[in-house]
């Protein structure tokens, strides 16, 4: 195994691996990985939450421990091609104009090669004041499985001070993202011929009922001056036998994003409540907000450290989409976390994939100034 792999490199190895999630299979990669930073001195634990579904995390301890671990956070599996097809080979890892393609290489391989990398870097500092912890995952494209298994053994994830989840973000710093909170409605009634609708219950009517509340549903709340507001969108509707029967279920499904200021299981009883007793709410995904103050110390330094490097003050700003750090941050006590990685936030989920190389370089400068301003 070379030691000396840069960015392109490494995430051209990663993405060799095929973690289509489902199955998502991340054995090998994790293996992989975990080898890498076993030759640099970090201890490695494997925890599958199911075949081959396998979670690694990877710690080198301080050197003087004055306070709790630096921890980088990242998943290894990856969404599916998508029916489209694709103009490269999705694992081959072709580069064209500067840009490695592939799937995986913006969400988040890079991400993931970055902190690796940054990783090695720091293992060279003579003085470490704090561990320096990989929690690379598996199973988060389809509801953070794997670090929800992680998150019931906080004997193996330790402490953490700080943290930086390497999602694509273009290189900007971001201080959150929204929470999600899937949820299924059910919706009941009593079937009957379609030509005698007075001997049933029509469960659509019920369902519209329902769906009329949701659109006049107000979470009572200020949008936040830098997430926004709250968010409710019924995605489905699925109901009815056939034409001339009474239905007697509807399901509608329902994604909420919720903000800073709200829990999840806050705004579940305030829909509970909306609904009335009748619906029957079940959870498809529940993943809480996560939001790190701007003013926060360790924040002001990424900030800093992110301004150098590109020339810019960062917006305040936070992400679309949610990340394992829905699970880690409320596990490791809530650490301020920024999200912060090379991929385009454009390019994740879609076909032709592609990472801009100089970002891989760039983001392993970052971290690694961020990691050397923290640890020493
Ligand atoms: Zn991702």
Redesign the pocket.
């Known amino acids: 195994m070379n030691e000396m792999l840069n960015g392109l490199e490494l995430t051209r190895k990663l993405i060799a691996f095929n973690t289509i999630n489902p199955p998502g299979r991340e054995r090998p990669c994790a293996e992989y990985i975990g080898e890498l930073l076993r030759r640099s001195g970090f201890a490695i634990n494997y925890s599958e939450y199911d075949t081959d579904r396998t979670n690694l995390v990877a710690r080198l301890p301080a050197t003087a421990v004055t306070r709790k671990a630096l921890v980088f956070s990242g998943?290894i599996d990856t969404v599916p091609l998508g029916r489209a097809p694709w103009s490269v080979a999705p694992f081959e890892g072709e580069v064209h104009s500067g840009k490695l393609y592939g799937r995986g290489t913006s969400?988040?391989k890079s991400g993931v090669a970055a902190s690796i990398l940054a990783a090695l870097n720091l293992a060279k500092l003579s003085e470490r004041k704090a561990d320096i912890v990989l929690v690379i995952s598996a199973g988060?494209?389809n509801g953070c499985e794997g670090v929800l298994h992680l998150a019931k053994q906080p004997e193996l994830l330790g402490d953490c001070g700080a943290m930086i989840v390497a999602?694509?973000t273009d290189n900007r710093p971001m201080v959150g993202h929204k929470g999600a909170l899937w949820l299924d409605l059910a919706f009941s009634g009593v079937t009957a011929h379609g030509s005698m609708p007075e001997q049933g219950d029509n469960a659509i009517y019920k369902a519209c009922d329902g769906i009329q509340a949701l659109r006049a549903f107000d979470f009572g709340m200020e949008a936040h001056p830098v997430m926004g507001g709250a968010t409710l969108n019924v995605g489905t509707m699925q109901a009815g036998m056939n034409i001339n029967s009474v239905p007697d279920s509807a399901h509608v499904s329902v994604d909420i994003r919720t903000t800073v200021g709200q829990t999840n299981a806050g705004v579940r009883d305030q829909l509970v409540k909306a609904l009335g007793p009748q619906v029957k709410i079940g959870t498809l995904t529940d993943m809480d907000h996560v939001y790190t103050d701007p003013q926060d110390p360790w924040m002001q330094k990424v900030f800093a450290v992110c301004e150098g490097l590109f020339g810019e003050a960062p917006k305040i700003e936070t992400a679309a989409?949610f990340?394992d750090a829905s699970v880690l941050k409320p596990a490791y006590g809530d650490p301020p976390t920024v999200i912060l990685g090379p991929g385009a936030m454009s390019m994740?989920h879609q076909t032709d994939e592609y990472c801009e190389i100089d970002k891989i370089d760039a983001c392993i400068e970052a971290f690694t100034a961020i990691g050397k301003d923290y640890l020493g």
């Open positions: 998943h969400d988040m988060e494209e999602e694509p989409y990340s994740a």
